[in-house]
Structure formats: structure tokens, C-alpha cells
């Protein structure tokens, strides 16, 4: 049986120091910044994959051992195996991976992590139900738990329903963490790719007390002399 301690002395070897380096600069690892004290092996996101795919009949609790590892790249690794166990499983396995997985967001502790496993997991486990727990994450007081409530609807954009995308994003117009900022600007330019009269109605109702980097996400992918209309006020 494939153990998480195997795994991990498996990717301790597949480390590079000067990526690592690079890691830690790149994911503010440094005092006070978001980050901070997280350790890095130096692996590749694409290496990290396919280590995933190819020990994809790993147990859940194993894969939940290497969740809670002090190397990011471990715990990138369990989380991409999480999603992979959540799409193959029926119906009791993914009720399993997903309580176990928002049992877990002390873990889930950079936007990377978030950003690859709570669209999967979360987002299709709650699309169709009670919205109850996603409003609950979206209102906590840990930046990550907030993050993954609206990575989460990610899926929803996909399936064309946008009530509870637009729900947080109201919210999160008071939010203080810009890393808030960035996924909500990010799933309503997400939103406008599939329905654009309905991020402009959002837009026009709510840019002028947008935070700026939320604005400046959403409206990326606009024609230069609307995007320029909204950063100066005068749409």
C-alpha cells in the first residue's frame, strides 16, 4: 500500500533549491506576508501532477497524512489527489472527500492550494443544494476559507448560474485582503465571459466602491476604451 511517507520521500527527492528559492519569494513567505514560514521542496506544478495521477489509487487517509505536511508541495500534491478521488468517487466516497476536506483548511493555506482543488471539490459538491455552508466560508475570518467559498463558484460559472457568484462579490466589496480582491475580480471576468451584460450591470452598480485591484481583474479582458471608462469614473 501506497503510505503518505513514501510519497513524501518521493518528492523530497524530486526538490530543486533554486526553485524552491523562487517559491518562497513568489508565495510571501516572509514575516507578516501571507505566506509566511511556508517551506518549499522546488517542484513544478506539471511534475506534481503527474506524481498525482500516477499514485492516484492512494488511500483518502494517506492522502489526508500528506495533507497536513510543512512542505507546500506536498500538500499541493494531496490536494490534487483529493480531486481525484472526488471525481472517481460515487456518491458516499465524495461526501467523504469533501467533509474531509473543508475539515481541513488549515491546510488548504495559500491561493495556489485553494485555486486547485475548490472548484472540484467543493464547487460541484455544493451546486444545486443548500448554499448555507459556502456562505458560512465566505463569512469567516480566515482568508483561505473566504477564498475557496468563491473559487467555488467557479463552478457555478461554468454550469451558467451566477446568482452566488454575484452574492459574494457584493460581499466581498468590503473585504480587506486583497487576495479577496483578486479571485472575486477574477470570477466575475470569468462571469462576463458568458454573460457580459450581466458583469456590466454588476459593474456599473458597484465600481465606483470596488476595490481596485477587484476592478482591475474584472475588466481585464474589456476593449481599452471601456476599461479606461471605468478605472477614470466616467462610465
Request: charged fraction near 30%; glycine fraction near 6%; aromatic fraction near 10%.
Amino acid at each position: 500500500m501506497t503510505t503518505a511517507k513514501n510519497l513524501s520521500l518521493e518528492l523530497q527527492k524530486l526538490g530543486n533549491t533554486k526553485i524552491a528559492e523562487h517559491s518562497q519569494r513568489f508565495f510571501k513567505t516572509g514575516e507578516g506576508e501571507y505566506g509566511a514560514g511556508d517551506k518549499f521542496l522546488g517542484i513544478r506544478v506539471p511534475v506534481l501532477r503527474a506524481f498525482a495521477k500516477k499514485h492516484s489509487q492512494t488511500s483518502l487517509n494517506e492522502v489526508l497524512k500528506l495533507l497536513k505536511s510543512k512542505w507546500h508541495e506536498e500538500r499541493l500534491t494531496a490536494l490534487l489527489m483529493l480531486v481525484g478521488l472526488y471525481q472517481k468517487g460515487n456518491n458516499q466516497e465524495k461526501q467523504r472527500v469533501y467533509e474531509a476536506y473543508l475539515s481541513s483548511t488549515q491546510y488548504i493555506n495559500n491561493w495556489d492550494l485553494v485555486d486547485c482543488s475548490a472548484h472540484l471539490i467543493v464547487g460541484p459538491h455544493l451546486f444545486g443544494k443548500s448554499q448555507a455552508k459556502l456562505n458560512s466560508l465566505a463569512k469567516s475570518k480566515e482568508l483561505w476559507e473566504r477564498r475557496i467559498a468563491m473559487m467555488a463558484t467557479f463552478y457555478y460559472i461554468k454550469q451558467d448560474s451566477f446568482e452566488q457568484t454575484l452574492k459574494l462579490a457584493k460581499l466581498y466589496l468590503k473585504d480587506q485582503e486583497d487576495l479577496i480582491h483578486k479571485s472575486t475580480g477574477w470570477m466575475l471576468r470569468e462571469l462576463g465571459k458568458r454573460n457580459k451584460k450581466l458583469e456590466v450591470e454588476f459593474l456599473n452598480q458597484h465600481y465606483k466602491n470596488m476595490p481596485r485591484t477587484m476592478l482591475r481583474y474584472a475588466i481585464e479582458k474589456f476593449p481599452e476604451r471601456e476599461r479606461q471608462r471605468y478605472l477614470k469614473g466616467t462610465v
